[in-house]
């Protein structure tokens, strides 16, 4: 089945330490999205990569930092300036545009 | 600059009455509009979108939308609301004039049918 996958579900950081989260898809989108969901705030921009070896910041990016070596793999790392990480984290992809975006099921990251 | 709002954070309705959730929308130019659903600890889900065309969409589980320019707006309705349709509801919008790639969401609204 092609989908989009975020791995793991549910992480653990101590403060201090980087941590990175997966996310790979089959469904041979070009653009890869990470958004940051926060209660009451809706979702928020991370990074995004519209082809790969190519990614622009987004709204929030001071403390990440992704790559795109492949297609199918949009890598995001949560630095430990990222002063406070814990969140829900979504990735997408998408065709383009006038397409709707493809989620992955989230990775919950708390900082212990 | 592209922006969103969802002016209620908390809709209720009875189970089997109409429901509706409002987004309306500021883009410079023409805008793509979606909405989508989230259940618990889970990912976003499409439900429908507005391109082009008629202006009104149908999408997922009965959902509709109807796109309105003159107010810029996005309402999601549905005739008959179920105890299921319980969930978290995104409006998001991409403005689509060149350079304005990104997809920007509303802070969700928190739909409760109520049996």
């Known amino acids: 089945d092609g989908g989009i996958t975020q791995s793991p579900k549910y992480l653990f950081r101590k403060e201090g330490q980087n941590v990175t989260l997966s996310c790979e898809q089959n469904l041979n989108h070009d653009a890869m999205y990470w958004y940051r969901q926060d209660p009451g705030q809706g979702l928020r921009l991370i990074y995004y990569?519209?082809?790969?070896?190519?990614?622009q910041k987004g709204d929030i990016a001071e403390g990440y930092s992704v790559s795109r070596e492949k297609k199918e793999s949009f890598p995001l790392t949560v630095t430990s300036a990222q002063k406070n990480p814990t969140a829900f984290y979504l990735c997408a992809s998408e065709t383009g545009w006038g397409t709707e975006a493809f989620f992955g099921q989230g990775t919950r990251l708390t900082v212990v | 600059a592209q922006s969103v709002a969802q002016p209620e954070d908390q809709v209720n309705v009875a189970e089997g009455n109409p429901l509706t959730v409002k987004c309306t929308y500021s883009v410079s130019g023409n805008p793509y509009l979606f909405w989508y659903v989230q259940y618990p600890n889970r990912g976003l889900q499409f439900l429908l979108k507005y391109i082009t065309g008629d202006n009104l969409v149908k999408g997922s589980y009965g959902f509709e939308a109807e796109f309105n320019k003159s107010q810029t707006s996005f309402h999601l309705k549905k005739p008959s609301a179920l105890v299921s349709d319980s969930a978290l509801y995104f409006c998001a919008v991409r403005d689509t004039n060149f350079g304005n790639e990104k997809l920007t969401f509303g802070t969700g609204t928190r739909l409760t049918i109520i049996p």
């Open positions: 990569s519209q082809i790969v070896n190519d990614f």
